[in-house]
């Protein structure tokens, strides 16, 4: 089993929790690790990504070469974009349609997702929309999560557990809306993966 | 035994802690500044009363860790490579008084220049203190080490420099702890002058210091690290260190056999080592994350062979950081690429955080100095260095930590007026306030403008030691009363804020506006933690 996942979004999108989730469930499933990520100026709004490599074998490189990535997540859709040299043939890319305008010359949404739509495996879902409606507006990363969640070789259970590891401090509410983000998610790209 | 997951930076704390660590200083700095933060906020260093406060800046860090050291006790100091410059009086020396607790200087390099003004490489000051060098390439690696690096500094009386470079210090992994050691007892050096660097005494210890670094290179603790493995293709031999023997073995990793690879680790290296793979391979390359430290030291001045490749032939690009595809190119495999990034991708620059308060400051500086047109504004290391970018381009310096007071003194001195100087509290606590002295003393007509969240901002918002007392400093320095202003960097304040800079611009004289507002992002956490 492998799995090299670039994550990617903005400065202070929360792409490190996504990143701290997918860690505690390989860890519980006694997998090798090593993930990459960008602290320092960059996240003042800045664009942000991280190198998740998962596998029952030693993991070597901290970065993921070109064209190895399984798998691109992204809380935004025109950082997801950014790192394709990555995305292997086979690979998925699952994004937020839900762009973060921070610069004056952001592109028009629409030429973004046309461009997206030009990947042979993507996934686009409206993880913001999908948060709101599962009751816990903040959780569009763990929704994005979910929705990657059916390209990650490993049980889907050990994401819920992990999930509620992460956010066990913060009481159980948060935890359960995190949980029913999460499950949404993954229904929710399940059913455009068919 | 535990298994935890850590950073790079993070495994280097762990272990510290674990080998019996008395105290830690640092001043925070991309990308060192998570040793100290998880210092700080681990349970076993509280139960072990672990010293672990933030410095004012690299030099005071290093001195009082050098104090801990004098008194028998085990300290560590962390830094990024340019702090090690801030540093360097204190390392230098370190190196000729020796130590008596072991004493080890983490210093983080970052090579691409991620969150820097320079890429230099922190072996050099290894090679220039004659201090032992410690490069690991994983986090296991990291902590391992770490023991090994007291180890090494006691038994040699010798700070130990351990250098990490971004990618390592930020990439996570699982890592395997040992048993957790005591601290040292309380214990003064045997021999009363042996950090007395009187001239006669310091001459006598430097020749000590030669001598120990030329039998560093058969200490085993050194040299277990540094490690060769044989080859059946002998046309290419390949010496590594540091994070790039990753890209190497993830490269080769389907044909492990077929080249000879030496991986240097820890520094002094011996010369058989190197002799040996050279001896016995028709070509040498050599890749390392950084300046081409060990490339220069295999190739002596001498050598313009053919045989050997790395950063100064061009075979490897001579700046910026390694990947694996720059490691498969250099060893002639293949490179796959995915995709092109699409045209329409735009470059998303970092930016200040809507709502920030340097945001409002800078709106007002770039109207009040409007009149007097360009080029007259000196700035500083931290978030506010932003203000350079649009739409605010309102800043003309960023070079040192401090040099903002210093270069607009000495512009001032030229003739330039106004002569502005933007600076934030916590780097006016780390190198402004001789600055402002000198201004004071020969009253230049410069004013300083200190943006004060509260906080040290871009490494993530660690306690500034400014707060609550930048008016009292300004004071005792010599500024006076009637210049020495503070204002509110808000929307609404704008035009008494505009009104206030052109006075002091106006003025012929040192004056000091201090614009005070909390970071928003430390007063979102604070807020939310009151809860």
Redesign the interface.
């Known amino acids: 089993m492998k799995s090299d996942i670039i994550l990617s979004g903005?400065?202070g999108q929360g792409i490190l929790s996504i990143a701290a989730a997918i860690?505690?469930a390989a860890?519980s499933n006694d997998l090798?690790?090593?993930?990459?990520?960008?602290?320092?100026?960059?996240?003042?709004?800045?664009?942000v990504q991280s190198h998740l490599r998962i596998s029952d074998e030693p993991?070597?490189?901290?970065?993921?070469?070109?064209?190895?990535?399984d798998l691109i997540i992204s809380v935004e859709p025109?950082?997801s974009?950014?790192y394709?040299?990555?995305?292997?043939?086979k690979?998925w890319l699952v994004t937020n349609s839900n762009p973060f305008i921070?610069?004056p010359?952001?592109?028009p949404l629409d030429?973004?997702l046309t461009?997206i739509k030009q990947?042979k495996n993507h996934i686009i879902i409206d993880a913001d929309g999908i948060a709101k409606a599962s009751g816990s507006a903040r959780s569009g990363n763990i929704v994005i999560l979910g929705a990657a969640s059916p390209f990650i070789d490993m049980p889907f259970g050990n994401l819920e557990n992990a999930v509620r590891k992460l956010f066990a401090r913060k009481g159980d509410l948060i935890v359960e809306a995190n949980l029913k983000a999460l499950v949404a998610g993954r229904e929710s790209s399940m059913a455009l993966k068919i | 035994m535990k298994k935890l997951l850590l950073l790079g930076d993070e495994a280097i704390a762990q272990a510290a802690l674990d080998a019996g660590l008395s105290g830690m200083y640092a001043y925070p700095g991309t990308p060192s500044t998570e040793i100290m933060e998880y210092i700080q906020s681990s349970e076993q260093s509280t139960a072990q009363n672990v010293l672990k406060e933030w410095s004012s800046n690299e030099k005071t860090a290093i001195e009082t860790a050098l104090g801990m050291s004098y008194a028998g006790k085990r300290a560590m100091v962390a830094m990024k490579h340019v702090g090690l410059n801030v540093a360097a009086d204190g390392f230098i020396n370190s190196a000729i008084t020796g130590v008596n607790g072991g004493l080890i200087v983490v210093s983080a390099d970052d090579p691409s220049m991620h969150s820097s003004q320079n890429e230099q490489d922190s072996r050099f000051y290894g090679k220039f203190a004659f201090v032992p060098c410690f490069e690991p390439s994983n986090q296991q690696e990291a902590y391992d080490m770490v023991f090994d690096a007291f180890e090494v500094s006691e038994k040699y009386k010798v700070p130990v420099l351990f250098r990490v470079t971004t990618r390592l210090a930020h990439s996570r992994a699982s890592v395997s702890t040992k048993e957790i050691l005591l601290q040292k007892n309380l214990s003064i050096p045997a021999d009363p002058l042996q950090f007395v660097l009187l001239p006669a005494i310091a001459r006598k210890k430097y020749k000590i210091l030669l001598s120990s670094y030329e039998s560093l290179k058969g200490e085993n603790r050194i040299s277990k690290y540094n490690n060769y493995k044989d080859g059946f293709n002998k046309k290419l031999g390949i010496i590594t260190c540091g994070i790039a023997y990753n890209y190497l073995l993830e490269n080769i990793i389907d044909s492990l056999n077929e080249y000879p690879v030496l991986k240097i680790t820890a520094y002094p290296f011996p010369k058989d080592i190197i002799k040996n793979i050279i001896d016995t391979c028709e070509e040498i390359l050599i890749l390392e994350e950084g300046a081409p430290v060990i490339e220069e030291s295999v190739r002596g001045i001498l050598d313009d062979s053919k045989k050997i490749h790395g950063r100064i032939d061009g075979t490897v690009p001579r700046d910026g950081e390694l990947n694996p595809a720059i490691v498969a190119k250099a060893i002639g495999l293949p490179v796959s690429y995915g995709q092109e990034i699409p045209s329409l991708v735009r470059m998303r620059p970092p930016s200040f955080c809507n709502g920030c308060g340097h945001g409002d400051m800078f709106n007002s500086l770039n109207e009040a100095i409007k009149s007097s047109g360009p080029g007259h504004v000196f700035s500083d290391i931290g978030c506010y260095t932003l203000a350079a970018l649009p739409p605010y381009n309102s800043i003309n310096s960023c070079v040192d930590m401090g040099a903002s007071v210093t270069m607009a003194i000495g512009a001032a001195d030229a003739g330039l007026f106004p002569s502005v100087a933007v600076i934030g509290d916590s780097t006016f606590t780390h190198s402004g306030m001789t600055g402002l002295l000198d201004a004071v003393v020969k009253n230049s007509p410069v004013t300083i403008i200190i943006s004060d969240n509260s906080t040290t901002g871009m490494t993530g918002g660690q306690k500034s030691q400014a707060t609550g007392r930048l008016e009292k400093i300004c004071e005792g320095i010599g500024v006076s009363r009637e210049h020495l202003r503070v204002i509110i960097p808000l929307r609404k304040n704008h035009g008494e804020n505009v009104r206030i800079m052109k006075e002091e611009f106006e003025y012929k004289g040192v004056s000091v506006i201090i614009a005070s507002r909390e970071c928003i992002q430390t007063a979102a956490r604070r807020k939310k933690s009151e809860k």
Request: charged share 25%; proline share 6%.
């Open positions: 903005v400065g860690g505690l860890l090798y690790l090593k993930q990459s990520e960008v602290h320092g100026m960059s996240q003042r709004g800045g664009d993991v070597l490189s901290d970065l993921i070469p070109y064209g190895k990535a025109m950082e974009l950014r394709l040299p990555w995305l292997s043939e690979g921070n610069i010359d952001y592109p030429d973004i461009e990947i």
